[in-house]
């Protein structure tokens, strides 16, 4: 039995679902859906058709998990509580503060359908925050530190395009070496937003535009930038295209704590990414395996990666994972 | 509702579990069990009794969870299955290759009893198998290296004691760091055990016993230190005492992969541990947490740290998890 898998968005994440698929042998892509015309999406693998996405409700049948590769801004809010009625779905919606109000309209959408939900799915939010969870489970008298990077920052790399006079831009958010150094020895630093990460932005300017000026609304921006140290350099289009096509990301999650008398115990987790997108779908996918599992077991709901136990994950059986992996 | 947590054998890891019982404001230690004299256990708080062991029965109605802290060579293979009987139990069962029997002899006397016995927690058997799960669950095509230290190992210490001549001993694994590096580098690297892990030994030696040959049985010694680049360093019973009384340990799980096209990606979880049974017992209360939970839900049988969702670990209600940690 392989588990019949559908993707709702092609993107850079849709195209790494694809390719996911492609390395578990226990999963099959049926099919791929979009927005655009079907004809203009080329898939990796030619044999798999792609579908209007106002046809899926066409498929509820033909797929066990639909795997959502919309954005988080505009795609998955309305998306997500939609086809959640009428498939299994797992879905990387990652605006934190918006998770509560997400889960709640997914949930409401899939229960009474009989679907599950997997919503949130990725590294952060994700494994990082079963790390987070973890760390702090375990060591309950502690601190929690996350570090992202070096990585590139989708939306602070957007925040930089919206700036008139801009013509591309790419920010890369880094870790403070000392400030990850201070955290790892165990002696709990309080540390503010500027100490923990500064922001490289790399800038291409439209012609005749002054570059102090926008220099200046970059390290001023509010949210954005105005909290970090921020370097900004001008390069040319061909740079961008050249230097800054990858999508490189990672960073920690170091839980800090002290037991018994005075001892420091220090847990870290930490990815180096080349490819953001395609890590992230790498997790999706093993999520999917996790959601065709639930499903089966007659469970229904949101839920997140909070309420997945790590076996759900695996191809393997229970017995297999006890004898090889305990 | 405090979980009424009881203690069975207080040795390093039994008082390493009172402590953290003591961090953890939803439970409660109702009482320790001992095979020794009760009045010879001195317990860090002196208001929870201490109790013969054959009495253990009659606390059934006022323990919710019974936490096993006997070893894994001759204590848990008995009190395991014959205390799952009677308790919602969790123990640091950590002989690998004995997990899968263990595991059944200890389901076969849980469920029936209506009991959950979590089997084989801590951080390896524990966490570190949670990440070698995570990591092939994520990253299918790929390898996953485990490396320990550093840190003093109790089985290679033991071994050492056992050497004729040898009034004293500790032993020490240390990760090689040019092994460490390759696999962190992403290349995945084939290592051989000499090449992952070296082995410093600090021996006392009895009076009169000729070094020389005490340390040829040790470096030549079969499963122990045969495959491994060994050192010994005499010293003497002082310097024991006083330089190698602290039991450190960590280490780390490297999950090395490559998806789409060629991206290489690393996941790395580690451990800096000054204490190892107090992170050992701290990881066993956040566990029996758990436990309690499942009981509650009407679950039965043995499960290990795969079986186990991490919200269940965690004091803090699933919608305070998405919103806090998400």
């Given at each position: 039995m392989t588990i019949r898998v559908g993707i709702a968005g092609y993107g850079n994440l849709g195209r790494g679902v694809e390719s996911a698929i492609n390395q578990n042998k226990d999963m099959e892509l049926v099919g791929v859906f979009t927005r655009r015309n079907p004809e203009d999406v080329k898939l990796l693998n030619g044999n798999v058709?792609?579908?209007m996405m106002d046809d899926i409700h066409k498929f509820t049948d033909a797929i066990d998990v639909l795997i959502l590769c919309g954005g988080s801004k505009n795609d998955l809010p309305e998306q997500g509580p939609a086809l959640s009625a009428l498939f299994n779905t797992v879905d990387s919606f990652d605006t934190h503060a918006k998770i509560p109000g997400y889960f709640e309209a997914v949930d409401a959408s899939a229960k009474p359908n009989g679907k599950?939900?997997?919503i949130s799915v990725g590294w952060d939010p994700g494994l990082f925050s079963?790390?987070?969870l973890y760390g702090e489970a375990v060591?309950?008298?502690g601190a929690t530190y996350t570090f992202w990077g070096k990585g590139l920052s989708q939306g602070h790399s957007?925040?930089?395009r919206r700036i008139e006079?801009?013509?591309?831009a790419v920010q890369y958010t880094i870790p403070v070496p000392d400030a990850v150094d201070k955290v790892r020895s165990g002696s709990l630093p309080e540390l503010t937003t500027r100490e923990k990460h500064t922001r490289e932005c790399y800038v291409v300017l439209a012609d005749g535009v002054d570059g102090n000026k926008v220099k200046e609304t970059i390290v001023t921006m509010p949210d954005y930038f105005t909290d970090y140290d921020t370097t900004v350099t001008f390069i040319t289009e061909e740079e961008l295209k050249q230097d800054h096509s990858a999508m490189p990301h990672g960073g920690f999650v170091i839980r800090s704590g002290k037991t018994g008398e005075d001892s420091a115990q220090v847990m870290e987790y930490s990815l180096k990414l080349d490819s953001n997108p395609e890590?992230?779908?790498s997790v999706l996918v093993a999520y999917?395996?996790?959601a065709y599992r639930l499903h089966q077991n007659g469970e229904t709901g949101a839920k997140t990666v909070f309420d997945i136990a790590p076996g759900l994950l695996s191809p393997k059986s229970a017995a297999d994972l006890r004898k090889e992996l305990l």
């Amino acid at each position: 039995m392989t588990i019949r898998v559908g993707i709702a968005g092609y993107g850079n994440l849709g195209r790494g679902v694809e390719s996911a698929i492609n390395q578990n042998k226990d999963m099959e892509l049926v099919g791929v859906f979009t927005r655009r015309n079907p004809e203009d999406v080329k898939l990796l693998n030619g044999n798999v058709s792609v579908h209007m996405m106002d046809d899926i409700h066409k498929f509820t049948d033909a797929i066990d998990v639909l795997i959502l590769c919309g954005g988080s801004k505009n795609d998955l809010p309305e998306q997500g509580p939609a086809l959640s009625a009428l498939f299994n779905t797992v879905d990387s919606f990652d605006t934190h503060a918006k998770i509560p109000g997400y889960f709640e309209a997914v949930d409401a959408s899939a229960k009474p359908n009989g679907k599950i939900a997997i919503i949130s799915v990725g590294w952060d939010p994700g494994l990082f925050s079963i790390n987070r969870l973890y760390g702090e489970a375990v060591l309950s008298e502690g601190a929690t530190y996350t570090f992202w990077g070096k990585g590139l920052s989708q939306g602070h790399s957007d925040a930089l395009r919206r700036i008139e006079g801009v013509k591309g831009a790419v920010q890369y958010t880094i870790p403070v070496p000392d400030a990850v150094d201070k955290v790892r020895s165990g002696s709990l630093p309080e540390l503010t937003t500027r100490e923990k990460h500064t922001r490289e932005c790399y800038v291409v300017l439209a012609d005749g535009v002054d570059g102090n000026k926008v220099k200046e609304t970059i390290v001023t921006m509010p949210d954005y930038f105005t909290d970090y140290d921020t370097t900004v350099t001008f390069i040319t289009e061909e740079e961008l295209k050249q230097d800054h096509s990858a999508m490189p990301h990672g960073g920690f999650v170091i839980r800090s704590g002290k037991t018994g008398e005075d001892s420091a115990q220090v847990m870290e987790y930490s990815l180096k990414l080349d490819s953001n997108p395609e890590f992230t779908s790498s997790v999706l996918v093993a999520y999917a395996r996790a959601a065709y599992r639930l499903h089966q077991n007659g469970e229904t709901g949101a839920k997140t990666v909070f309420d997945i136990a790590p076996g759900l994950l695996s191809p393997k059986s229970a017995a297999d994972l006890r004898k090889e992996l305990l």
